[in-house]
């Protein structure tokens, strides 16, 4: 009896493991798309679903497809597969009156996570969608577990839906378990506040290059002579960077960049003649040495 009771105990304790190495990865993903397919990917992976479907609230208040996997079909659409979601969004009001016959509406609106045994015999929802994707393709959609993602001011900014869970032992389809759901609603907890922090940090690096793209203009508009001279530097540098980085043989074959050294090089060019903002136009516009200030 003791060893019965052991296996589900150490199977929730891997899976709680599982559950903190996730959060600690998500922390470090700098890009958008790599980390939405890495809340998904974990999502099945901690609850053992063979689907599932990450959607973002929008400004028009529409869920808006960002990532579809199902693991059985070998079918990935969005993120950074290449493949555009070809869905339309899932409107979260219609006429005025919030949209709660779809699911993913509903758990967005409410903030509930919805647990679905069967869509098939399910009520209150309108699953006419998923019974047309089965028709399709052959897939049955069975289980369902819909989960709201919050983020620290408690807002829903996205909807984590995971389709049918597999019984380890037998791969049967199995309704979402209790345990399944709880820590289904830890990681949309997690991964919110991630996804929440990558898009604070992406607006501010945006805000803090137009603010430099400002200055450059300034400083473009100062002369004929040197204009757009800001603009192509940061380019230059780039295509001499990533060519260097490229390189195979010879003394620069080690030189390798990751993406935060490329983001630091591109703000340096872009940076790189800031001063001229303060620098008087006639020495700007000086065509040879400066004499008069420096000729003694």
Do not use: W
């Not at 980390?35 to 998904?40: D, H, K, N, S, T």
Request: proline share 4%; with cysteine.
């Amino acid at each position: 009896m003791g060893g019965a009771g052991a296996a589900p105990e150490q199977d929730l304790v891997l899976r709680l493991e599982q559950l903190n190495a996730i959060g600690a990865s998500l922390s470090a993903e700098r890009d958008i798309d790599r980390l939405l397919e890495a809340i998904l990917t974990a999502a099945k992976t901690i609850t053992r679903a063979d689907g599932g479907t990450l959607y973002r609230v929008t400004e028009e208040r529409t869920l808006r497809f960002e990532i579809v996997r199902t693991s059985s079909l070998r079918y990935y659409l969005g993120g950074t597969t290449g493949h555009p979601v070809p869905f339309y969004p899932i409107q979260l009001y219609k006429d005025g009156k919030p949209n709660q016959s779809m699911v993913a509406a509903y758990a967005a609106l409410t903030g509930k996570t919805v647990n679905i045994a069967d869509a098939y015999t399910a009520d209150g929802f309108d699953f006419s969608g998923t019974r047309a994707f089965d028709t399709k393709t052959g897939y049955r959609s069975k289980s369902f577990l819909t989960v709201p993602m919050r983020n620290h001011d408690n807002e829903t900014i996205g909807v984590l839906q995971l389709i049918n869970a597999h019984e380890p032992s037998s791969g049967a389809i199995v309704p979402f378990s209790p345990s399944d759901q709880r820590l289904a609603e830890s990681l949309a907890s997690q991964a919110a506040i991630a996804l929440t922090n990558r898009m604070l940090i992406n607006q501010l690096e945006q805000l803090f290059e137009s603010f430099i793209n400002l200055i450059n203009s300034a400083i473009d508009e100062k002369s004929p002579y040197t204009g757009g001279h800001c603009q192509r530097v940061p380019v230059l540098t780039m295509l001499l960077a990533e060519a260097v980085s490229e390189t195979k043989d010879g003394p620069l074959r080690d030189f390798h960049m990751s993406e935060k050294d490329r983001y630091e090089l591109k703000i340096a060019g872009l940076l790189h003649d800031c001063g001229k903002v303060t620098t008087p136009v006639h020495i700007v516009d000086k065509a040879t040495k400066l004499e008069s200030i420096f000729d003694r």
